[in-house]
């Protein structure tokens, strides 16, 4: 009787921890301008790219965003490359100037991760309407430098 207890148990396990990895397959397949029915949908608005490359933003943006917070609240070191205004002002849709809502850049991937987005209980997810795209940033700001 624990034997088959066990052989259950350990089945159930092997099921669940293969329906969890097509999963996460899933969710990191964001590459193109909509999704194929499931997953998140990624639009790219401004600039000809990113800061970073595709795949090291997918999966460390939020280490870089507190880092820029951090040098910048605690340091009060201001750099363009990884600052949250330009993330938006670059990902934000035109029809809305938002990166969130429905389909929006942000809303879009957290909701399908079932990851809370707080970022926006204290910036704006709307883009400054007369920003143009920067070219990715390749130096080092100067303390106090601005953005």
């Known amino acids: ?6 052989i259950v148990v350990g089945g159930v396990a092997v099921v669940a ?7 996460l397959a899933q969710a990191a397949d964001v590459s193109g301008a909509k999704s194929k029915g499931i997953g998140p949908t990624v639009k790219i608005h401004r600039g000809e790219q990113c800061v970073e490359p595709t795949e090291d933003m997918r999966r460390n943006h939020m280490k870089y965003i ?15 490359k990884h600052s949250f205004k330009n993330c938006v002002d670059c ?3 035109p029809k809305t100037n938002s990166v ?3 389909d929006g850049f942000c809303s879009s991937c ?5 990851v ?3 970022c926006f209980s204290c910036h704006t997810d709307k883009r400054d309407k007369n920003a143009v795209a920067v070219a990715p940033f390749k ?3 100067a303390k106090g430098a601005p953005p």
């Open 1 to 6: 009787m624990v034997k088959i207890r066990q």
């Open 17 to 23: 921890a293969g329906l969890f990895a097509v999963t």
């Open 116 to 118: 809370k987005i707080d």
């Open 100 to 102: 969130q809502g429905q």
């Open 110 to 114: 957290h909701e399908y991760a079932s």
């Open 91 to 93: 990902h934000a849709d």
């Open 66 to 80: 507190l880092h820029q917070r951090d040098k910048t609240m605690h340091q009060g070191i201001r750099t363009a």
């Open 139 to 141: 130096g080092t700001a």
